[in-house]
T-cell receptor, first 115, second 113 residues
Framework: DGGITQSPKYLFRKEGQNVTLSCEQN?????MYWYRQDPGQGLRLIYY???????QKGDIAEGYSVSREKKESFPLTVTSAQKNPTAFYLC??????????????FGDGTRLSIL | AQSVTQLGSHVSVSEGALVLLRCNYS??????LFWYVQYPNQGLQLLLK??????LVKGINGFEAEFKKSETSFHLTKPSAHMSDAAEYFC???????????FGGGTRLMVKP
């Protein structure tokens, strides 16, 4: 079955440590996204990528970095500069413009906590 | 810029009662609108979408939504709530550039026995 796989499901970060969240999709989608979800705040866009080797900052990119070396993969690194990283992180993918009437598909998320 | 407002961060209904979750949007172009559902510790699952055509859209699990341009609304309804409907629901609109979704803040639906 096609879908999006996020790993790990739970992740713990120590102070001053960078951690990387994995996102892989086999839907053959060009566009991929990372969202952060905090209780009561909905989803906020961190980074997005419309095509391989290109990505754009979203609304809350500070303290995060991404790469898009392969169509299937869009890893997110939470750096030590992100002072409040505890949140639920969701990865999504979709067909790019002009197919914006097609929905985004989501992974099952990674919950990141600080030790 | 687009925005989405979901009125009521928490909604509680009795099992078998009508479910009504409200969504109002702002968009300078004809909108593409989506409703997603999220169960605890899971990702978002598409319930239904409106792009063009019929303004009453039917989705999965007995949900439907009606696009009302004059009211800039896309409210989600279900005639009879089940316990399994307890979840968080998100309304979203595609931005003008067509490359991103803007989400509402979510509504947590609780279903009482």
């Amino acid at each position: 079955d096609g879908g999006i796989t996020q790993s790990p499901k739970y992740l713990f970060r120590k102070e001053g440590q960078n951690v990387t969240l994995s996102c892989e999709q086999n839907l053959n989608h060009d566009a991929m996204y990372w969202y952060r979800q905090d209780p009561g705040q909905g989803l906020r866009l961190i980074y997005y990528s419309q095509i391989v080797n290109d990505f754009q900052k979203g609304d809350i990119a500070e303290g995060y970095s991404v790469s898009r070396e392969k169509k299937e993969s869009f890893p997110l690194t939470v750096t030590s500069a992100q002072k409040n990283p505890t949140a639920f992180y969701l990865c999504a993918s979709s067909m790019p413009r002009p197919y914006s009437n097609q929905p985004q598909h989501f992974g099952d998320g990674t919950r990141l906590s600080i030790l | 810029a687009q925005s989405v407002t979901q009125l009521g961060s928490h909604v509680s209904v009795s099992e078998g009662a009508l479910v009504l979750l409200r969504c109002n949007y702002s968009s300078s172009v004809p909108p593409y609108l989506f409703w997603y559902v999220q169960y605890p510790n899971q990702g978002l699952q598409l319930l239904l979408k409106y792009t063009t055509g019929a303004t009453l859209v039917k989705g999965i699990n007995g949900f439907e939504a009606e696009f009302k341009k004059s009211e800039t609304s896309f409210h989600l309804t279900k005639p009879s709530a089940h316990m399994s409907d307890a979840a968080e629901y998100f309304c979203a609109v595609v931005n003008n550039a067509g490359n991103m979704l803007t989400f509402g803040g979510g509504t947590r639906l609780m279903v009482k026995p």
